[in-house]
């Protein structure tokens, strides 16, 4: 054996790691060569320091308590101070949602005093002495004939409440789903 | 397996279980700690660094794919923390070298293996090591890992493992035997 590989064997002997074989080879390097024992047992000692430096760990637990609080410093409140922007898109978001019931409410009514609607508009275009003016039996009659007949009037309004509608919807659906 | 374990902790960490984490941080302690004693040293300081470590690990934990080890992901994390603050150090403090260089120079020859003294003398010893030899080390001992797991740790072959851990040895007992030897000079600088 050379010096290197007699230093490695000593090293891994005092460690415990050798298999039976290289165990005996190592022994009978010791019984033949006397002067190698204070070498292992200078191996023995240091085997033993460095096994002893596992006691030095301090425990996991102290550093964990940091970081579940650094963790839970960092994450989002349930009840957030709401910055600008975020107050803005939830006025945003209210404005509409109230704009909606309101135009809810307000086709309901219609609907329910259809025909007293109907036939107070007609007493009003009556006393305006508007021409061609149409048969006011309802609620989109009557809208034509405030609109001075003009259909498309019908569609815009029509189109509006109803893009207002899904946006509305739209939105406080959002809403919900992103405090939910 | 060692990493299905982990995998499984880290699914369970992912979904808030802070016990989950908590043994995840358990099974790899002892080698974060290793890794940053063995670029620090013994100093106060390490135990921040592991802090941050461990504050980094749970706040990457959503990134980590999985494709490398979990035991190799915190050896980086930690390494590349623990040099970071050797960097910072390097401009604030004593060098390294300069702690070595002041370490107890004499301690008679029957005392030389004495438990407390030979620790003491150990750290002085440890710090003049090749980082790699030191790192190896502290995996093996304070961080109680195989020579397996220290290659995957390192991604360096096993082979490689083995020699770094017998050579550290060999230097240390080396290094030791020399501070303990009365009347003789000291060796300046790291062993090679």
């Not at chain 1, 320091?49 to 963790?71: H, K, M, N, W, Y």
């Not at chain 1, 405030?146 to 029509?158: D, F, I, P, Q, R």
């Not at chain 2, 080698?31 to 461990?54: K, P, T, W």
């Not at chain 2, 690990?57 to 050797?86: C, D, K, M």
Request: proline content about 5%; glycine content about 6%; aromatic content about 6%.
């Amino acid at each position: 054996m050379n010096s290197e590989r007699i230093e490695a064997m000593l090293s891994a002997y005092a460690a415990g790691e050798l298999t039976a074989a290289e165990r005996a080879e190592v022994e009978a390097a010791l019984a033949r060569l006397p002067a190698l024992r204070e070498s292992l047992a200078a191996f023995t000692a240091l085997e033993e320091t460095l096994v002893s430096r596992r006691e030095q760990v301090p425990p996991a637990e102290g550093f964990l308590r940091g970081v579940f609080a650094a963790a839970r410093a960092a994450a989002p409140s349930p009840h957030p101070s709401r910055g600008r922007l975020r107050r803005w898109l939830d006025a945003a978001t209210g404005v509409p949602a109230v704009a909606t019931y309101a135009c809810l409410a307000t086709a309901l009514a219609a609907f329910v005093y259809r025909d007293a609607l109907a036939s107070l508009i007609a007493r009003l275009t009556a006393q305006r002495q508007m021409p061609s003016m149409p048969d006011a039996s309802g609620v989109t009659d009557a809208i034509v004939a405030v609109a001075g007949g003009e259909m498309w009037v019908l569609a815009v309004v029509y189109a509006g409440v109803t893009a207002l509608i899904v946006l509305s919807l739209s939105l406080v659906t959002m809403r919900f789903v992103r405090e939910g | 397996m060692p990493g299905d374990i982990d995998h499984e902790l880290i699914a369970k960490s992912l979904q808030g279980n802070e016990k989950a984490f908590r043994d995840l941080i358990g099974r790899h302690h002892g080698a974060a700690y290793a890794v940053i004693r063995g670029i620090l040293g013994d100093s106060d300081e390490g135990e921040d660094v592991l802090q941050q470590v461990y504050i980094k690990i749970h706040r990457g934990l959503p990134s980590f794919r999985g494709e490398a080890r979990f035991s190799t992901w915190v050896y980086q994390i930690a390494r590349n923390e623990a040099l970071n603050a050797a960097k910072r150090r390097r401009f604030e403090t004593t060098p390294i070298e300069d702690v070595v260089l002041a370490a107890p120079e004499t301690t008679s020859p029957e005392r030389a293996y004495g438990q407390r003294e030979l620790g003491e003398r150990m750290e002085a010893a440890m710090a003049r090591l090749d980082e790699s030899h030191r790192l190896a080390l502290e995996l093996r001992y304070m961080g109680d890992r195989s020579y397996h797991e220290i290659a995957e740790m390192m991604q360096i072959p096993l082979g490689t493992v083995k020699t770094y851990i017998h050579r550290g040895k060999a230097q240390l007992k080396e290094i030791l035997e020399r501070e303990a030897a009365p009347g003789r000079p000291h060796e300046e600088g790291r062993a090679t």
